[in-house]
C-alpha cells in the first residue's frame, strides 16, 4: 500500500512563502510523476504544478515565477515552494503521484494525499 502524507500548510500573510512536501511512503518502486493540485471553496480541483521523473516541471500560468515544484527521488518527495502568496492562493494543497509502480513490472497507479490547508491573508 502506498502512502501519500503532505505537510507544510499553514496561514501566512499576504507576500509571504511557504513550503509544501509530499512524502511517498510504502513498497515503491518507481513513480513517474508527482504533482500538486488545489482546491479553493466552491471551485473545481485545479493543477498547479507538475513534474516527472527527470522531465521538466509545469505550472499553472496563475503561480507561473511565483511558485517552484521539486523532487527528491531518492525520498520519494515531492515540495512545492510557493511565494509572494496572495490571498487567491488560499485552497486545500493536494499532492498526487502518478504511475506508481511497487515492483518493476507491475500496473501503475495514481495515489492522491489526504490534503493540506494554505491560508493567505490579505
Known amino acids: 500500500q502506498v502512502q501519500l502524507v503532505e505537510s507544510g500548510g499553514g496561514l501566512v500573510q499576504f507576500g509571504g512563502s511557504l513550503r509544501l512536501a509530499c512524502a511517498a511512503s510504502?513498497?515503491?518502486?518507481?513513480?513517474?510523476?508527482m504533482r500538486w493540485y488545489r482546491q479553493a471553496p466552491g471551485k473545481q480541483r485545479e493543477l498547479v504544478a507538475a513534474?516527472?521523473?527527470?522531465?521538466?516541471?509545469n505550472y499553472a500560468d496563475s503561480v507561473k515565477g511565483r511558485f517552484t515544484i521539486s523532487r527528491d527521488n531518492a525520498k520519494n518527495t515531492v515540495y512545492l515552494q510557493m511565494n509572494s502568496l496572495k490571498p487567491e492562493d488560499t485552497a486545500v494543497y493536494y499532492c498526487?503521484?502518478?504511475?506508481?509502480?511497487?515492483?518493476?513490472w507491475g500496473n501503475g497507479h495514481d495515489y492522491w494525499g489526504q490534503g493540506t490547508q494554505v491560508t493567505v491573508s490579505s
Open positions: 510504502g513498497s515503491i518502486f518507481s513513480i513517474n510523476g
Open positions: 498526487n503521484a502518478v504511475n506508481v509502480r511497487t515492483t518493476r
Open positions: 513534474l516527472t521523473r527527470g522531465g521538466s516541471p
